[in-house]
């Protein structure tokens, strides 16, 4: 038996949000990035049609689905795959910590991931007992990777990865004979230049990788763009034969996606105003927050896309968190996204306007 897990480092938050909570106007929770604003209506209608599901729902997805993640990504993404080489999944965070699995890796294989990142990456190699390895140069990848992640846009930091980067991650990747998976699931926010003008480029980007998607993936999900958190609505695609072998393992393991899920992301994949009206929805709360934070004390940094503010003024994030935990604002310490951001904190723009007005003005008073 593999040894233990680390523990989950959210529950390190709870003393911290207890003493937000003791701010006479109550807490405002900036920590956790789970959409607040509601779900279209046109995918709640497709949802709700679709619940007389009696019958066990395909793990491939069924091909209208498929067909829709297809025309998305070259409607969206500018990029060809067919409907073969799309597999919906029960949200992205199960398919990155479940990744390495699906693929074999395991004991004296290393699974690559952004110095500073989402936790699950490391996760995911824990689970199968391989190396966990942080690196952001291709350069420092070691030769028995298997699996590198790039995140881009990245949470927590918001930093975006151009063509000309991910075309020489890609090249590295395939030196290493390793997988390259791509979590671009916040493509859709880009704040600063030029990625406010400029599609954010995704790694099977024609730029990237020409037509040759060999040993590649891109991960998407509709959590955030669409309010779809609650439905566990993502999906992969890439290498047609990568997503055969894992199409397979998910059939085996009953990993299906839920038919009236099926259903509501066809509807959300059609329609791209709410995913302009949400855009729109963030861009606002950004210029509330980030000259609050800034007048503050606090400098931003990266944070040029994405759903965060990458926040610090050169103390340890924990005391960080301490004092914005006084003002009735629970913010993610950066310890949480690996060792290299022991000074900075992460702030959600996921919260309503009403809290996100309200963390503004406490950071006025103070």
Known sequence: ?????????????????????????????????????????????????????????????????REAIAEWFARRRGVRVAPEAVLPTVGSKELVALLPFLLGIGAGE???????????????????????????????????TRLVWVNSPSNPDGRVHDAAWLRAAVARARELDAVIAGDECYAEFGWDAPWDAERIPSILDPAVVGEDHRDVLSVYSLSKQSNLAGYRAAFIAGDP???????????????????????????ALADE??????????????????????AAGFRIEGSAAGLYLWATRGEDAWDSVA??????IVVGPGQFYGDHSPQHVRLALTASDADIATAARRLAAA
């Open 273 to 294: 105003t709410h995913v302009t009206e949400q855009r729109e929805r963030y861009r606002a709360r950004r210029e509330v927050l980030r000259p609050a934070l800034e």
């Open 110 to 144: 290393a699974v690559v991931f952004p110095r500073i990142a989402y936790p699950s990456y490391a996760m995911g190699a824990a689970l199968v007992g391989a190396d966990a390895v942080a690196a952001d140069d291709p350069a420092d990848w070691p030769a028995h």
């Open 323 to 328: 004092e914005f935990a006084r003002r009735g």
């Open 241 to 267: 034969d990568l997503v055969e072998r894992l199409l397979t393992v998910r059939k085996h393991a009953g990993l299906m996606l839920p038919a009236p899920v099926q259903a509501a992301m066809i509807a």
């Open 1 to 65: 038996m593999r040894g233990p897990l680390p523990d989950y480092p959210w529950d390190a938050m709870a003393p911290y949000a207890a003493a937000a909570a003791e701010h006479p106007e109550g807490a405002v929770n900036l920590s956790v990035g789970s959409p607040v604003d509601p779900s279209p209506a046109g995918v709640r209608e497709a949802l709700a049609a679709a619940t007389d599901a009696h019958a066990y729902p395909a793990t491939a997805g069924s091909p209208r689905l």
